[in-house]
């Protein structure tokens, strides 16, 4: 396996588009900015966050060289290479290596449930057509989930497979690597589990849609991870519960693009149209998020 380090804090990008879909070069731009002035150097582009099946090849270049752009060279880019089938991903994965990003993100192929031999044969095709490292991307909620065994000999026996991103929201497969002594980069992939995962020591980073659009949460947070038992820790994974708490009437690009339109960070286009009832939910998470900001966002620590 190789020795690539994923670590820390990586904010997952909404990628902003315009009414016709295509990408909002200016928003894309601002929220980079804004993430890099705020602390954010490490990016995750094109993944669930980012709304990864609406975005051709062309649209990923767009974003990369736009994020790198914005990140006036500080930026450091995980690449979301999301298909439904291992062609599609490869293609990406060209894009993004031609891009020069940091690594990759594979989610499993979307829409069909497949078993795990499948899967694994899947993986090893794309790592096997790319010289990049490759974090293996487990999103059960939209792809086939991958188990831990999987993921174990996966990580184990492909060079460059160096890790997963577990947006589950389960610790199983991040414990399970854990007390196997597997050298891999551990990155929890769903905000709601990220305190108990740092508070059992079993994840290198965090990938996260809040760090996205309210890093100065989730930067509190982990910056306190190794005083798990202070009430600086308690009271920044109170805050987190509660915007999860709030996020979870949405598909989650709707309300982080809410809540960015809310900070005047970008303006809210979805990719949908919109009902009137969930207008009424927008105005009523806008409302709420004024009154948790009220509170004090919380310091870095």
């Not at 609406?54 to 979301?80: D, F, H, K």
């Not at 184990?156 to 577990?166: F, L, S, T, Y």
Request: contains cysteine; hydrophobic residues 45%.
């Amino acid at each position: 396996m190789s020795s690539v380090e994923i670590s820390g804090v990586f904010a997952a990008l909404l990628t902003p588009r315009n009414g016709a879909g295509s990408i909002d070069v200016p928003a894309l731009r601002k929220l980079a900015q804004f993430l890099i002035k705020s602390g954010i150097s490490s990016f995750a582009v094109n993944g669930a966050t980012g709304e990864f099946c609406l975005t051709s090849p062309g649209q990923l270049r767009t974003v990369l060289s736009t994020v790198r752009a914005g990140g006036e060279g500080n930026a450091r880019i995980l690449c979301g290479v999301g298909g439904a089938g291992a062609a599609q991903s490869i293609e990406l994965a060209r894009v993004a290596e031609s891009e020069e990003v940091e690594g990759l993100l594979l989610p499993m192929p979307y829409f069909y449930p497949y078993a795990q031999e499948d899967l694994d044969l899947f993986c090893r095709t794309v790592a096997g057509a790319t010289r990049l490292p490759v974090m293996l991307y487990n999103l059960p909620q939209f792809t086939s989930g991958l188990d831990k065994e999987t993921v174990r000999r996966l990580i184990a026996e492909v060079p460059n497979i160096v890790g997963i991103k577990d947006s589950s929201g389960s610790l199983e497969i991040l414990r399970y690597l854990t007390q196997q002594g597997v050298h891999g980069c551990r990155i929890v992939g769903a905000d709601a589990v990220l305190a108990p995962a740092l508070r059992e020591g079993i994840c290198d980073g965090v990938v996260s849609g809040i760090a996205g659009v309210v890093p100065e949460a989730i930067l509190a947070l982990y910056a306190r991870r190794h005083r798990i038992e202070s009430e600086g820790f308690a009271s920044a994974a109170r805050r987190i519960e509660e915007f999860v708490e709030h996020m979870s009437v949405f598909p989650s690009p709707w309300g982080l693009k809410w809540v960015a339109e809310a900070r005047g960070i970008l303006q809210a286009t979805l990719s949908l149209p919109v009902t009137q009832h969930r207008l009424e939910q927008r105005q009523q998470l806008v409302a709420w998020f004024a009154t948790w900001t009220e509170k004090g966002l919380p310091p870095a620590g």
